[in-house]
C-alpha cells in the first residue's frame, strides 16, 4: 500500500530558530495536506497544497508541493512556544477522498 | 475553515458495555466522514469511512460488528464501540469530508478518549 516517510521523527530547537521537516512518497499524490496536533486534540489543518510546484504561505508557514508530486515540506520560521505539537503531513490520491498520513514530527521548544 | 464537534470528549465504561461517539460537522455539510483510532505517540489509522445514507466501508482488519457506523444525515455519524474490552482503550477520531473548489479537506473533531475498565 501507499507510504508516506516522514522526517524528523523529532526535533528539539531553540525558540526563535526555523525549522524544516519533510515528507516523501513511494507514489504520486494530487494533495499534500499538513495538519498539527496538539496533546488531546485532533489535528488541525494548516497548509493544503493542489498543484506540484505549489508554494504556500500560512503566517510563519510555508509548505511546498514537490514537482515529482512524491513529496512536501513544512517550514515553521522564528519558532514560538505555541508550535510545540505534532504536525502530521498527510496525502490524497486522485479520485480518492481517503488521506494517507506520515508518522509524524514531535517539535519540543526550549524557551 | 469549518467545525467539527464529537461528544463525548471522554468517557470510562465498563468491559462489555456499549459507548456511542458523535461526531457532527457544525457549518457544513459532510456526506462523508471518517473514523480514526490513534495509539499513543502514534500517527492516525483509518477505522473506516463513513458515508450519509450508506453502509460505512471498514478497512482491513477493523471488525465492523465491533465498530457500529451510522451516518443517518449530512451532519451526523455515529461509532459505536459494542461489547467494549479494555483493548479498545484509545483515542477516536472522526473528520468530515468538505468540499472546497472542486477538492477536498478533511477536518477533524477534537477527538474522544475511550477507557474500558
Known amino acids: 500500500g501507499q507510504q508516506l516517510n516522514q522526517s524528523p521523527q523529532s526535533m528539539f530547537i531553540q525558540e526563535g530558530e526555523d525549522v524544516s521537516m519533510n515528507c516523501t512518497s513511494s507514489s504520486i499524490f494530487n494533495t499534500w495536506l499538513w495538519y498539527k496536533q496538539d496533546p488531546g486534540e485532533g489535528p488541525v489543518l494548516l497548509i493544503a497544497l493542489y498543484k506540484a510546484g505549489e508554494l504556500t504561505s500560512n503566517g510563519r508557514l510555508t509548505a511546498q508541493f514537490g514537482i515529482t508530486r512524491k513529496d512536501s515540506f513544512l517550514n515553521i520560521s522564528a519558532s514560538i512556544p505555541s508550535d510545540v505539537g505534532i504536525y502530521f503531513c498527510?496525502?490524497?490520491?486522485?479520485?480518492?477522498?481517503?488521506?494517507?498520513f506520515g508518522q509524524g514530527t514531535r517539535l519540543t521548544i526550549n524557551p | 475553515g469549518a467545525v467539527v464537534s464529537q461528544h463525548p470528549s471522554r468517557v470510562i465504561c465498563k468491559s462489555g458495555t456499549s459507548v456511542k461517539i458523535e461526531c457532527r460537522s457544525l457549518d457544513f455539510q459532510a456526506t462523508t466522514m471518517f473514523w480514526y483510532r490513534q495509539f499513543p505517540k502514534k500517527s492516525l489509522m483509518l477505522m473506516a469511512t463513513s458515508n450519509e445514507g450508506s453502509k460505512a466501508t471498514y478497512e482491513q482488519g477493523v471488525e465492523k460488528d465491533k465498530f457500529l457506523i451510522n451516518h443517518a444525515s449530512l451532519t451526523l455519524s455515529t461509532l459505536t464501540v459494542t461489547s467494549a474490552h479494555p483493548e479498545d482503550s484509545s483515542f477516536y477520531i472522526c473528520?468530515?469530508?468538505?468540499?472546497?473548489?472542486?477538492?477536498?479537506?478533511?477536518?477533524f473533531g477534537p477527538g474522544t478518549r475511550l477507557t474500558v475498565t
Open positions: 473528520s468530515a469530508l468538505k468540499t472546497s473548489g472542486g477538492w477536498y479537506e478533511q477536518y
Open positions: 498527510a496525502g490524497q490520491s486522485s479520485g480518492a477522498q481517503k488521506l494517507v
